[in-house]
């Protein structure tokens, strides 16, 4: 009789990886860890605000961030007045205080008529922005449905790039122009001559990445809930959401060694009892 073939061996095996998988171990890189970046723009680069976990203590489990004030071009309406970031076990909540609502300022000199809010942009690799967008190791999250975007969804992204919107939002070519105009400045945690950012550029929107998972926007009450600070900044607008962590959640990778040991164990096994019976 013929011996079993490899093939046949591999496909019992793969679907002994799959079956123990369901209830394998899940690793999560969006998680929060000392020197996680998170930042975003107006779209047209008016203000910003950037988070980096760890640079303050953490208040009731919320890290905070505050814009400087009065640096918002265009006037009050562009004003960023501070961030706050919470991790759960399941999910990371963001909220951002500002006077620029989530459907962003209606505005005649652009083409869509709205100013309003960039992306959100989460780096948890230790590296600067352009490192981390060119090595595919960026999140985006799109929360202002109205925006400029690259992407249609609001959701969270993975392996974004980035590119500007903010020329065509009447607003700066880059960070330098921005800086020129609020000399002293800062944005948030960074200051806004950071070499952080690739001062040359304006990037403040998601251009293209591979969609995730759906947010889920929350409401002063449930913020409060949380423990968030509804008054720890000024701002006549809150925006809140909260991300899924389990949207990016993937088998630990000595948990994939362990399955695919098992697997094959079991595939020969499989394979040895069937020899036995067709020689029976």
Known sequence: MKSPKLSNL????????GIISMTGTAANAFELSNGTTINTFLECLNDGVSMVVGSSAAQNGWYYATDASNDGSGGSPYEIYGMGVKETADSIIVALKANTPLIGNAYGGVA??????????????????????????????????????GVANV???????????????????????????????????????????????????????KFLSSINFLNNTQLADAGFNLNKFAGSETIAFKIAKSAV???????????????????ASKLRKQSAANQA
């Not at 993975?158 to 960070?175: L, R």
């Not at 609020?182 to 550029?201: I, R």
């Not at 959640?249 to 595939?267: C, D, F, H, K, R």
């Open 249 to 267: 959640a993937v088998p630990e990778p000595g948990t994939l060694g362990g399955l695919a040991l098992i697997g094959m164990t079991l595939a």
């Open 112 to 149: 869509d008529g709205n100013v309003g809010w960039g992306d959100m942009f989460f780096n948890f690799s230790g590296l600067n922005f352009m490192d981390a967008m060119n090595q595919g190791k960026l999140y985006g999250v799109k929360f202002a449905g109205t925006n400029d975007s």
């Open 10 to 17: 591999l496909k019992v095996a793969a679907t002994a990886i």
């Open 155 to 209: 959701g969270l992204y993975n392996g974004v790039t980035a590119k500007s919107v903010a020329v065509e939002n009447s607003g700066y070519a880059s960070i330098n122009d921005y800086n020129s105009a609020h000399p002293g400045s800062n944005l948030g945690d960074l200051a806004a001559n950071t070499n952080y950012f690739d001062k040359t550029k304006s990037l403040n929107v998601i251009d293209s990445g």
